[in-house]
């Protein structure tokens, strides 16, 4: 309601539109919250401002309704705007393993986990820097990037990558539980 109240006070304010949106896709009213990421681009568009946040927060929403193409294109929209962010690279590569898009979504997740160079950039054509492994969304990127080369029989490549994740978050049940269900595909993609 307090944003509601500020968007009237200051309508050209795109946080405020994201942070309702926000609250409105917590809230499950979906059409709500794209309304709002939608004032919020529009609003940076008239203002000639190349902000991808209203972007990334579009792709989420359709991404947790399992609209995943346009999810997809929202996060390359974003990516246009900032090229060079290795975090939206993982939100575009999450969006194509849930998708069942796993070729498309090795390079992009390389580029978040590993980094890559211009050449290697099928979006961007730009160098990224890859992600720190500081936190759990960041571990969660790397578990799908080794998932991903888990499930297209890439497991030398695989298996070092989730053992640095493990080592790293050597309590989170989660990470433990994907990190077995890798090594178990892996096993049974090169037995013995």
């Known amino acids: 309601e307090q944003y509601l109240k500020a968007v009237e006070i200051k309508p050209n304010l795109t946080f405020l539109y994201i942070r309702i949106g926000q609250n409105f896709r917590t ?3 979906y059409n ?25 927060a579009i792709a989420r929403t359709y991404s947790q309704l399992g609209e995943f193409f346009i999810a997809a294109r929202n996060a390359e929209k974003a990516l ?14 999450t969006i194509y393993v849930k998708s069942r898009n796993y070729e498309g979504a090795l390079p992009v997740l390389k580029c978040a986990v590993e980094g890559c160079t211009a050449e290697e950039n099928e979006i961007a054509k730009v160098a990224i820097t890859p992600l720190e492994l500081t936190t759990l969304p960041v571990a969660y990127y790397y578990l799908q990037y080794a998932s991903v080369m888990a499930a ?11 053992e640095k994740v493990g080592q790293k978050f050597p309590d989170d049940p989660v990470i433990k539980s994907i990190i077995e269900e890798n090594k178990v595909i892996c096993g049974k993609a090169n037995p013995s």
């Open 32 to 56: 709500r919250a794209l309304e709002n990421f939608e004032k919020a681009a529009k609003i940076n568009q008239a203002l000639g401002v190349k902000d991808p946040l209203p972007y990334i």
């Open 27 to 29: 809230l499950q009213v």
């Open 152 to 162: 297209l029989n890439m497991c030398d490549n695989a298996l070092p990558l989730q």
């Open 80 to 93: 246009s705007f900032d090229p060079s962010n290795a975090d939206t690279y993982g939100q575009l590569g």
